[in-house]
């Protein structure tokens, strides 16, 4: 799977911005995707995930009830919206499917190892 990040910019604190994933290749609806990001100095974090049928979604505590993460199998593509921006925000964003086809839900998971395939990331700038 080859994925393709946009979306990214630079917005004023409380801004909000849609990051998308286009996906190619192999078939993007039998895979879990995430969010992920890393700002300088710091890990790779997951900030959201979604299982290939959109029945279950994970969070990190830091961006629950800022962002929501979606997906359109239909058009190979993944979505996460960014509302009510904050500075902590800033960091490269990461669209990554999961190498596992067709995973139960409950294999859904933030940790980085499972996240085969990764897209270039797209930098998020918040400004104060």
């Known amino acids: 799977v080859q994925l393709q990040a946009s979306g990214g910019g630079l917005v004023q604190a409380g801004g909000s911005l849609r990051l998308s994933c286009a996906a190619s290749?192999?078939?993007?609806?039998?895979?879990?995707m995430g969010w992920f990001r890393q700002a300088p100095g710091k890990e790779r974090e997951c900030v959201a995930a979604i299982t290939w049928s959109s029945s279950r979604i994970l969070y990190s505590d830091s961006v629950k009830g800022r962002f929501t993460i979606a997906r359109d199998n239909a058009k190979n593509t993944g979505y996460l919206q960014m509302n009510s921006l904050k500075p902590e925000d800033t960091a490269v964003y990461y669209c990554a499917v999961d190498g596992r086809k067709y995973v139960h839900d409950g294999y859904l998971t933030s940790a980085v190892g499972p996240y085969e395939y990764w897209g270039l990331g797209t930098q998020v700038t918040v400004s104060s």
């Open positions: 290749g192999r078939s993007f609806s039998m895979y879990h």
